[in-house]
């Protein structure tokens, strides 16, 4: 039986392209007699009693991991590997990785507790198996909701901010004054134990672990739908009332200046002429000037203008060049445009831009089972941009039950840097992070602000990741304050001091019955690897995660904590990679978490219902089945910052609860089947972790 | 120059994969600086002067053929080949190759004429001067409108039509006799030409001719492309009002009976259940049952229903299996259902059905942009088909300014013998075109299929290419009426007699002043090569042409008559080909007339709008550029039926005029250098013709 399964293994390593780590984990999906005749071999009815029989102690993994029973999963066919196969390493190497991977999942669970963010319960079971330990409910990790208890802006207590507060530690070092935090108030040393992450990740023994474990996962998954899939479907067409188009689905990754279409921005602009053309809408070269002297200016009138002459959309102009990307967002390529309708700061306050937002909301309602996640920017620029975000807010009552807000930092010190807007990075952080301390400390001083960040879920780390990756943060790095160079900081050192703040942050208003955030850094669109090292430790979740194609242990420890992946191959497909080659597909297959995202419909979307453009070329190109999709939007639910009570409703209760307990099918159409597969697959390989270090 | 040439062509022609001719086409794409040496090498700027200063006598093609001047287009950068080249192969092969085509040209040329359907006057023009007569305009051979003069269902001459009336042979004999026809009346002995076709297309000299061509054509719009895709796009900014989402679209292929999508069926049950359930809508086993009666039936509620359980849409199980996909055409696989809501008859006199036909048309006007020519079945069963569909059509008057119908043919002899419904294949010819005949040569007693005529425009061919392909139609073929076996004709059998039938009845219409029918059936999804050998003699255009890949010498034959393809890679991708393989972006660069289609909206489409869906996927997957959508936009509306008012209302009035004086970009959006590089490629293909045939 080994030596067959080993031979299954070896054949289907065979096919390999090993030019480079890109396309390792390809598997060939040629010959479903392989998968079908090794599965027929490996399983037949009353598997389990038959196997019990005959194989009383051989396997090391026990049997009801295998084959648990649950109530309402239907039967279905299971791929189980009997014998001591152990992925084909030997026991030394077997061992070595599975403490070095022990290692990783401990340090992320330490600093998702510390920022209240998430952490799998079932990971966190295993990990206290392993110490001999045994997991208590209260060790739980949850991004926070906001305490009901406490209710809004009552029993402040007022503190004294010293200088400089721009960085963590001096943030950290105030909290430690008051009580519930001192256990755990302290922010961690990151870059040290970033570096030992980082150095177990090119070690070549978890290399060859986790790259055999992925395939495994891979060709477990195929297997699982050539013998599931028909019973999959049943479940799903049993299920009443619910279908793909109306199961819930988030838009985890859009930008709110790009969230509109570029139809809807064009018709908006002619709108807002034939309405407002007298009206004094900009300031020119100090004059102020009606919206027909601004168009004038530009040698434009808006009857005339068409998408093409808009211009705003991705083309094959900017595959590998986010630069000219960047500059799509300006229509007809004048900034002027830009300030006017997609600025929440300008000389109309941002009326347009909020009503292009409101008008976006209330088609996601009418929709009824979309929502998105839209990111508004914090530059860090100066201290005011929070008050005057803020007031935009509040003002424009922007607020939809379809949205849950954003705020994304640009990671651009070196531009303000250059023109001497701020001193050093320092001062950019406090910018940023400071305001935010100073109204969750005293929010009725902040009233606007307060009000803000009740709607405000998390934060977002954006730009251009293939620039400025080289750098790799480490203890020698210099301080915030310190760094004053015209050069930025790297990826990582940006990714270290907003986790930091965003931690202590959390900790503070946790404690005072305040919402909490949560970090959800761009990450591995391009660039270093180290970005997804980087975010393994700090962030919640992440967007795009195109990278982890590259490194076989980030990807196998980005699995093991399910750590939920807003990709968006569309605006990949214009940017970076080909919409054929993006690893959606694999991801899934193996049991990473992925949710499908659209990022700008305005550059990169041409129907009137971008999320739903997205999942139909993805269900076409990767011909998804229904429960796949189902299984994607469920995902998109769970990655969002929806609440516990939306979520609830969205999901089932029982959604905090991990496996097929935590599925209502009535709800989320996944079958139970899909639920079962993905909770065993997890649970079998968190136990070889197990069964590696403790055999040491 | 004439070595540097060959060795860029020899370096293009490396890269090809010559594992099967499905691939052969491919160019890579990854060499753009080799392109773009290529381009600076051959090209300067006042190019065509110091050629011909250069070179006054050395270019066997005139230079005049290379770069007119026309109106109305702006300066582009040229693709030119300087030398005697002759596409690498031996003189004696070339003129082999070039007198080959020449004769297939002619070939299709003639029974276009025949069948009053197209034939491009550019490729006539080149024709002429071979043969050393000059162009007639009254030559021009372009699809009949009906004559205006004429008025209708006025001073029609009853004729008596003897039997049997079945077979296009005998309708000819009858034409005989009235003047007009005489001298063109005769339908022409295809299968002898056929042969000699199809013996040339697998001739090694064409092969290879033609496949250098084609490679050469794909070569050369890249290297366009790179030289001229920001012109193009400046074209287009420069053009106001007109923009990719409002230039007009036909879905030139899609079948009524799945002209909805599965969202919009699943809602239109719902709804009919709500309204209707007490009412009698079907005849089960002799009894009449109300709606609410047939579903419980069936053990089902509509207000259980979903998508999922409708189960209408392909998926992966139907790829390679048209069995399966037949199938799905049953909603929640009852076949009673289907009947209800996608048929013409039935209890309820197809009542539904028009209901759902009548809410995509409005969809369709609302969108205002889109139009579509959907197919209804004319089985030939029984002879009262076409008095039934007409009546259905004019009772619940299925009419729309957004769609144009057509008729399709389904090739099921074998069932109806099988079940006895008809004696011979004869009998079945006569079922479908007899009362077409009739109602042509005395409408009044035909009122209302007389009215129908009016809006049918065309007849189609479907069923699965892949079934019955082997039967190669020749001179000893038995007749119709001999037909008596259950064994299907082949689908050359079906073309050939379908081609006769249509290209009569057309001389007859014409001759009354009335609308004639083009011939468009589906041809090369899969099967044989000789279907689309059959389609080049016989068709108007075609839809899918997946198999052109397969024919060099067809692949070329058909960009030389610029035959209209519709292509439906969605509707591929669910059933014969994955859609990065499609072949569409390939025969767009090479110059083949493409334009997309839906094929079936209720099987593959998600979205609520989906021709913009297909659109959307090819423009993301092929990146397409704004051009080129308009491009394949255009082309799908000179395909399309639309009456000759319509096209000069959506094209402009030159839309019969070829190259850049036909098009206005006012309306089309496609660039007229884009439009100029089609016009003098073609011409350049057409003149090597010329020389091969004249240098004899």
Known sequence: MRAFAEQVFASETKGEDVRDEISMFDVDDDCPIMHQEMAHHLHTEDDAEKRRRTFPHSSPHPQQVDTPTYLEVPDFQRVAIIGDYASGVTMDDFELSCKGVYRALTIREKYMRLAYQRFPLTTSEYLREIEGGSFKTEDLVQPGEERRSGGSFRGVISVTIRVPPCQSYAFASIHQSSQPLQSKGRTPLIPRTCQRIWDMSRTPQPKTYTHRRLKFLMSKFNVHEMLNEMEEMKELKLNPHRDFYNCRKVDTHIHAAACMNQKHLLRFIKRSYRVDAERVVHKLNGKEVTMKELFESLHLHPYDLTVDSLDVHAGRQTFQRFDKFNA????????????????????????????????????????????????????????????????????????????????????????????????????????????????????????????????VTGFDSVDDESKHSGHMFCTKSPKPQEWDVGKNPSYTYYIYYMYANIAVLNQLRRERGMNTFTFRPHCGEAGAITHLLAAFMTADNISHGLNLKKSPVLQYLYFLTQIPIAMSPLSNNSLFLEYAKNPLLEFHKKGLVVSLSTDDPMQFHYTKEPLMEEYAIAAQVFKLSTCDMCEISRNSVLQSAMSHEEKSHFLGQNYLKEGPEGNDIRKTNVAQIRMAYRYETLCYELNLIKEGVKSD
């Not at 009418?366 to 935009?392: F, M, V």
């Not at 990075?425 to 902040?446: C, R, W, Y």
């Open 328 to 455: 799509k967002y300006n229509p007809v390529g004048a900034s002027e445009l830009r300030d006017l309708y997609m600025k929440t700061e300008n000389h109309i306050g941002g009326e347009y831009f909020a009503t292009i937002i409101k008008e976006v909301a209330s088609d996601l309602e009418d929709a009824k089972y979309q929502y998105a996640e839209p990111r508004l920017s914090i530059y860090g620029c100066n201290p005011t941009e929070w008050h005057k975000l803020s007031s935009w807010f509040v003002k424009h009552r922007v607020f939809s039950p379809n949205l849950k807000w954003m705020i994304q930092i640009p990671r651009i010190y070196d531009i303000f840097r250059g023109r001497n807007f701020v001193p050093h990075f320092g001062k950019m952080l406090e910018n940023i992070f400071l305001p935010v301390f100073n109204a969750t400390i005293d929010p009725q001083s902040h009233p606007e602000l307060s009000i803000f960040l009740q709607h």
